[in-house]
């Protein structure tokens, strides 16, 4: 069974950092590629960034290039979200996506809020 486990969000300050997590099992990690999207308050849910299978290419949304990094980990099965500076615009709820071959689809995580406030 497919489960992804973001964690790490919270409440930041506007300028401060924040680097959220998500746990992978159930399938093979190491042959899938991920992102993470977000969703705001309000609005559609839009990808955030993209990792290939192998840690590379990665691709960002033009909103948060130049401050955001992912990164995977394919020994632990994580994927990681770096953002620094954050602003009152990254507030959304983060998750973490699988894109699983053969069909299969996209995978879900549960999300987690990310909240910039001073």
């Known amino acids: 069974q497919v489960q992804l486990v973001e964690s790490g969000g919270g409440l930041v300050q506007p300028g401060g950092s924040l680097r959220l997590s998500c746990a992978a099992s159930g399938f093979a990690f190491g042959a899938v590629s991920m992102s993470w999207y977000r969703q705001p308050p309000g609005k559609e849910r839009d990808v955030v960034a993209y990792?290939?299978?192998?840690?590379?290419?990665?691709n960002y949304a033009d909103s948060v290039k130049g401050r955001c990094t992912i990164s995977r980990d394919n020994v632990e099965n994580k994927v990681y979200l770096e953002l620094n500076p954050l602003k009152p615009e990254d507030t959304a709820v983060y998750y973490c996506?699988?894109?699983?071959?053969?069909?299969?689809?996209?995978?879900w995580g549960q999300g987690t809020q990310v909240t910039v406030s001073p």
């Open positions: 990792i290939s299978s192998l840690g590379y290419p990665t």
């Open positions: 996506a699988a894109h699983l071959p053969y069909g299969v689809g996209v995978r």
